[in-house]
């Protein structure tokens, strides 16, 4: 009988820790679930309202940039720095700033941004003020068709002025920060050849997300080279039948390994998520004799010399596709080209809004973007990418990414800068 009962114990014992063992495997597994379900879902509120606010943000720009080029009745002005900015830089900003006050972040959201108030504070630019209200309120009255609620009442002068100033934080370590550069290669803008606008989020020093609005990107790559003059007359025709022939938004989340693309929106089509998205990846070329390479369209601040000496050591031997703004980051994760190399002369600083967006596109898109001596970029030290040795590489991939920092090395010795 004793030991009858001892045998019942221990199958009672055993059957009571094998639950109990079940029992927490079934909780942590769950756990597991959830935590997995959250980091997946991580930033998502984010970036649906950054992809939506930068669809909105590149109809603005193609309606500046038509009565830019066939009227001229915009303004144009220079920078301290020479370099242009127009009404849609501002109004942009002032876009961006609302709306992500309004829908996400409230009135202390942190935004760092490029353009500020004060040439639009003076006395002479009432008009140029007046022309910055008017776009933006023409502009936020069309939010329903991207799915956002426009505001009761149309944003005043003082409302407007107010959101892109709110655009003055400096970046940093700590914190949340939206990047912004509202038109990125203003020059092309003016000209109606390439440009960008650009959003990328970053937490803690680290960027989390990004979206790229490119609005005259071609889907033929070799229409994508700079060519200003042909667009000088752009013909005002009816939005294209195929939703993919020009222009689309770029967007991806750190860590995610993927990267999309949208068509923009068309006429009275309205957004509707995931508006036609498809995946990008970039190209699987790592032969150096094969690939293609970006550049900027500028020589004040990149050295066209050595980027062209660097490429003749590697036996590149495609011309280079000389782009304005980031669309060259969109360039290496759609496919369309495998490198960019970029080596800004002298005393020139790279600002963190013209490369934020683009960096995170091409590296979730499975591309690799470096300093010149292998390091990731540091976007974490301000409103410039301090620490940045000799210049900037991003490549298809990490073959043909090694590839050029050897070359680099090998020719920086002989070089001038």
Avoid at 89 to 99: K, T
Wanted: overall charge negative; hydrophobic content about 40%.
């Amino acid at each position: 009988m004793y030991l009858r009962s001892s045998a019942e114990i221990l199958f009672f014992f055993f059957s009571f820790l094998i639950f109990w063992i079940l029992f927490e495997s079934f909780f942590l597994l769950k756990k597991i679930v959830s935590q997995m379900t959250e980091e997946k879902d991580k930033y998502g509120k984010e970036l649906d309202l950054a992809v939506r606010i930068v669809h909105m943000a590149c109809s603005l720009c193609q309606k500046v940039q038509q009565r830019l080029i066939s009227t001229a009745s915009e303004q144009v002005l220079a920078k301290d720095d020479d370099s242009p900015v127009t009404i849609a830089d501002w109004s942009v900003q002032a876009i961006v700033s609302w709306l992500l006050s309004e829908f996400l972040e409230g009135p202390n959201v942190c935004i760092v941004a490029e353009e500020d108030v004060q040439t639009l504070s003076k006395s002479d630019a009432a008009g140029l003020l007046a022309a910055v209200v008017n776009t933006v309120n023409e502009c936020l009255v069309e939010a329903p068709k991207y799915g956002l609620q426009c505001p009761k009442k149309a944003p005043g002068t003082s409302k407007i002025l107010e959101a892109i100033s709110r655009c003055n934080s400096t970046g940093g370590p700590t914190g949340r920060h939206w990047v912004l550069d509202p038109v990125d290669g203003t020059l092309g803008f003016v000209r109606g050849d390439q440009y960008a606008v650009a959003l990328a989020l970053m937490e803690e020093g680290k960027l989390v997300l990004g979206v790229l609005g490119c609005p005259n990107y071609p889907m033929k790559k070799e229409l994508l080279n700079y060519n200003h003059q042909s667009h000088q007359t752009m013909p005002k025709s009816p939005p294209p039948s195929d939703i993919w022939e020009k222009g689309c938004v770029m967007y991806a989340r750190r860590g995610s390994a993927q990267a999309w693309m949208q068509p923009l929106i068309h006429g009275d089509s309205k957004f509707e998520w995931p508006n036609s998205a498809r995946l990008i990846k970039v190209s699987p070329i790592d032969d150096p004799s094969l690939a293609t390479f970006c550049e900027p369209v500028e020589k004040a601040n990149s050295n066209h010399l050595f980027t062209a000496g660097l490429a003749n050591s590697m036996g590149l031997k495609k011309q280079p596709i000389r782009v304005h703004s980031m669309v060259k980051y969109a360039a290496i994760a759609r496919g369309d080209a495998e490198v960019f190399i970029k080596f800004a002369r002298s005393g020139y600083k790279e600002k963190i809004w013209d490369h934020a967006a683009g960096v995170v596109i091409v590296e979730e898109a499975g591309g690799v973007v470096t300093d010149a001596g292998g390091r990731p970029l540091d976007f974490s030290r301000g409103l410039y990418l301090e620490g940045l040795d000799r210049g900037i590489i991003a490549c298809s991939g990490p073959t043909l990414h090694d590839k050029i920092i050897g070359a680099v090395y090998a020719s920086w010795d002989s070089s001038n800068l």
